[in-house]
C-alpha cells in the first residue's frame, strides 16, 4: 500500500439523502485481527439510511461513515491474522467505512467470493445473508415443510429469505407492494406472493393452516396481524421497524398458541457473534452459492459519488432487490 488517503463519502449532518458528501479521507490502518480491503462495490441497505438520519449511531470503535458491506480485495493484512492472505477476493460483512474505496474489517467477518460470481454481485451478499441466515434458520429454526412468511419479499433481504427458504424445502409466502414485485417473488421460487394493496395476508396464511415462521421488518400495525397469521407454535423474527416499534398485542392467543415473538439486529452483535454466523453460511451456504443454485437480486448501481442519488432509490421503494455503489468496480 502506498497510498494515504482515499475517496469516502461521509453523514455531514444527520438528514435525508442530500446530507451524503463525498469527501477525502485517510486509509485506515488494520488491526489486531483485521484486514484491509480496496473496496470494489459496496451495498446500499437500510440501516445505513438510518444511520444518516441519526437513528442508528455506529457502535463503538467503528467508523463513522456509513456502509455495512462490501466486496473486493485484500490489500494488506493486521496482526494475528493467519486465515486470509493478500490478493484475497472477498466479500464481508463491516462495523461501518464501506462507503469509500478501503475499509478494514475483522478477517473472521469475510467470505470468499463465491464461484464464477462478479464483485458487484458478491457486494450484495454479507448484510443479507448474515441477516437472514441468523435469523430464519439458526434463530427461527425453519425446517423443510414449514410454511413461511416473508415480508418486503422484494427487498433485499426478502429476496434472499425466499431463496433460502425455497433452497431448505419450505413453503414460501411472500408480501410485496406491486403485482411486478409479486412476479419477482414467485420467479424466486415463493409459493405464493400476496400484494398487501389488494389482499390480507391474514386471511391467506390462516387459509393455509396458519405460518410457521414469519420474518417481518414492518413492525407497526404487523405485529399484532402476524401473530394472527401464525400457526400453533409459530415463531414471530423480527428484525426491523419501518413502521415503528411499538404495538399493542394481546398476549392471551400467544400463550394458547404457544407462540414465540423473536428478534435481533445484527450491527450490534459481538465480532464472534458475527464470526459463527460466517461460519455457518461459509458451510451450508456458499455452496448453495459457488453452484450457483441461488444468487443476489440486483436493482441498480451508483457511482460512490452518487450515494445521495442510490439513498434516494432505496427510500422510494420502487426497487427490487439490491443497490450498490461502484467504489472502484473489478
Known sequence: MTRTTMRAVEISEPGGPEVLRPVERPVPDPGQGQVLIRVAYAGVNRPDALQRAGAYAPPPGASDLPGLEASGEIVAVGPG???????DRVCALLPGGGYAEYVVTPAVHCLPVPQGMALKEAACLPETFFTVWSNVFMRGGLEAGERFLVHGGSSGIGTTAIQLGHAFGARVFATAG?????VACLNLGAERAINYRSEDFVEVLKAEGGANLILDMVGGDYIARNLRALAEEGRLVQIAFLQGSKAE???APVMLKRQTITGTTLRPQSD???ARI???LRETVWPLLDAGRIGPVMDSEFALEDAAEAHARMESSAHIGKIVLRASGG
Open 81 to 87: 491474522v493467519d486465515d486470509r492472505a493478500v490478493g
Open 278 to 280: 460466517a461460519a455457518s
Open 249 to 251: 398485542i394481546n398476549f
Open 272 to 274: 464472534l457473534a458475527k
Open 178 to 182: 406491486s403485482d411486478e414485485k409479486c
